[in-house]
C-alpha cells in the first residue's frame, strides 16, 4: 500500500492561514488524495479530496503537485475550532481501501 | 440527514471474551469500513462492506470479523478478546465506497480489555 508521511506537529496563529504538507511519494495512478481531521473524542471528519487537480470547496483548498507525490491541505483562515490531527489518506481505486498517515496535529493560537 | 451511529459507545471485557459493535450508515449509504485506532499504531482498516459483501480487508488477524446486513447495517465482531485490542473502533458509511467520494464517521466505540 502507498504510503503518507506528515509533519507530526505544526501551530499557527488565528485567522491567517495554514498550509498543511503531504508527500506520498509511491502514490500510483489510481490513488484519490482524501484529507480528514479528527477531533479530541470525536470520529474523522471529512475534509476534501482530489485526483489529480487542485480542488476547494467551504472548509479548504487541496493543491496537488504536478507530479502528485505531494499534497498541501490549505485553511484560508484558521480559526480556533480548527485545531485537530488532519490525517493525509490515500484511497484506491482498486484495492477500495484508506490507508492512513499518522496526521499532524494542529495547533491554533489566538 | 441522521449520521453515522454506533453501539454501544463505551464497552469493557475481559480477556477471552468476544465482543460484537454495531453501526448504522447514513440513509442511502451501502458501503460500510471498519477501522481500529490505538495510541500507537493510529489508525488502520480493518474491512470494508459493500451489498452484504466483504469487499476489502485489512491485516488483521481472523479474531476479526463483520457482516453486513441488507438494510446496510453492519457489525463487527471480535472473539477471543486480548489486552492489545483495547481501542477506539470506527465506522465509516460511503454512498458506494468508491475513492471519488467521502466516508462520514461515526463516533466510535471504546472498547477495553481488562
Known amino acids: 500500500d502507498a504510503k503518507t508521511t506528515q509533519p507530526n506537529s505544526m501551530e499557527s496563529n488565528e485567522e491567517e492561514p495554514v498550509h498543511l504538507p503531504c508527500n506520498h511519494s509511491?502514490?500510483?495512478?489510481?490513488?484519490?488524495i482524501h484529507w480528514y481531521r479528527q477531533l479530541p473524542s470525536q470520529g474523522p471528519e471529512y475534509v476534501i479530496h482530489?485526483?489529480?487537480s487542485n480542488v476547494n470547496n467551504r472548509m479548504a483548498s487541496l493543491a496537488i503537485a504536478e507530479d502528485r507525490k505531494s499534497s498541501t491541505l490549505i485553511l484560508h483562515r484558521a480559526t480556533l475550532r480548527d485545531a485537530a490531527v488532519y490525517y493525509c489518506i490515500l484511497y484506491n481505486t482498486n484495492a477500495g481501501k484508506s490507508t492512513f498517515g499518522d496526521g499532524t496535529t494542529l495547533t491554533v493560537k489566538p | 440527514k441522521a449520521g453515522v451511529t454506533q453501539t454501544p459507545r463505551y464497552l469493557i471485557k475481559t480477556r477471552g471474551q468476544q465482543v460484537t459493535l454495531s453501526c448504522s450508515p447514513i440513509?442511502?449509504?451501502?458501503?460500510v469500513s471498519w477501522y481500529q485506532q490505538t495510541p500507537g499504531q493510529g489508525l488502520q482498516f480493518l474491512f470494508e462492506?459493500?451489498?452484504?459483501?466483504?469487499?476489502n480487508k485489512g491485516n488483521f488477524p481472523g479474531r476479526f470479523s463483520g457482516r453486513q446486513f441488507s438494510n446496510s447495517r453492519s457489525e463487527m465482531n471480535v472473539s477471543t478478546l486480548e489486552l492489545g485490542d483495547s481501542a477506539l473502533y470506527l465506522c465509516?458509511?460511503?454512498?458506494?465506497?468508491?475513492?471519488?467520494?467521502?466516508?462520514?464517521f461515526g463516533p466510535g466505540t471504546r472498547l477495553t480489555v481488562l
Open positions: 465509516a458509511s460511503s454512498l458506494d465506497g468508491q475513492p471519488y467520494n467521502e466516508q462520514f
Open positions: 462492506y459493500f451489498s452484504e459483501t466483504q469487499r
Open positions: 509511491t502514490i500510483s495512478g489510481t490513488d484519490y
Open positions: 482530489g485526483l489529480t
Open positions: 440513509s442511502g449509504h451501502r458501503s
